[in-house]
């Protein structure tokens, strides 16, 4: 199994641009979710899905921030405008539904920087 | 609800000596616990997970944790650090929920010396 892939691995662009993050969580895993990490924040839970559908997106901080899951392969996170207060690593992480047993396997994260 | 204090967000020990990293939980239901690491310029891996089975969990690396319901803890320990130890290292808290979503503490930065 390939694990989380997440894309791009790097990503920089300039403030005021849209910026897509991608990620293909493993297959057979029902729920997704997207994390920021920063120095300051630390690890945040943006937003997560199971089986497909939004179940809680109050970690988003703003409405520039939206994310979508077409279906059980692949996911977005998106930033339109983008910031410079946006720059972070950005994860995303699956785990089967299954109650909570299984912990979670993460992707290796998308550095963004907002200059 | 269910929350993650680990205590001490960095931690420094010498080659060879007794890691401990502290976690203590707060939880409405029977918790399932777990220990991620996270090496620089990397994604969380899953360490070892606690799931009401035996409560001392023995994990990769040479890690293993303890879960003390009476003292809502789940400390992680290794008996001889090694270089490669040097990590962030996150301890996390789910109950039963059908989406498995996990609430994490905040980190612990291990240094290892030589």
């Known amino acids: 199994d390939a694990g989380v892939i997440q894309s791009p691995r790097h990503e920089v662009t300039e403030m005021g641009q849209e910026v897509t993050l991608r990620c293909k969580p493993i297959s057979g895993h029902n729920s997704l979710f997207w994390y920021r990490q920063t120095m300051m924040r630390g690890l945040e839970l943006l937003i997560y899905?199971?089986?497909?559908?939004?179940?809680?997106d109050s970690g988003m901080p703003e409405d520039r921030f939206s994310a979508k899951m077409p279906n059980a392969s692949f996911s977005t996170l998106k930033i339109q405008p983008s910031e410079p207060r946006d720059s972070a690593v950005y994860f995303c992480?699956?785990?089967?539904?299954?109650?909570?047993?299984?912990?979670?396997?993460f992707g290796s994260g998308t550095r963004l920087t907002v200059v | 609800a269910q929350s993650v204090t680990q205590l001490g967000s960095h931690v420094s020990v010498s080659e060879g000596a007794l890691v401990l990293l502290r976690c203590n939980y707060s939880?409405?239901?029977?918790?399932?616990l777990f220990w991620y690491v996270q090496y620089p310029n990397q994604g969380l891996q899953l360490l070892l997970k606690y799931t009401s089975a035996a409560t001392l969990v023995k994990g990769i690396n040479g890690f293993e944790a303890e879960f003390k319901k009476s003292e809502t803890s789940f400390h992680l320990t290794k008996p001889s650090a090694h270089m490669s130890d040097a990590a962030e290292y996150f301890c996390?808290?789910?109950?039963?929920?059908?989406?498995?979503?996990?609430?994490f503490g905040d980190g612990t930065t291990l240094t290892v010396k030589p």
């Open positions: 899905f199971n089986n497909n559908v939004p179940i809680d």
């Open positions: 996390a808290v789910s109950g039963y929920t059908n989406a498995g979503k996990s609430t």
């Open positions: 939880s409405s239901v029977p918790p399932y």
């Open positions: 992480a699956s785990t089967p539904t299954g109650g909570g047993v299984y912990g979670y396997t």
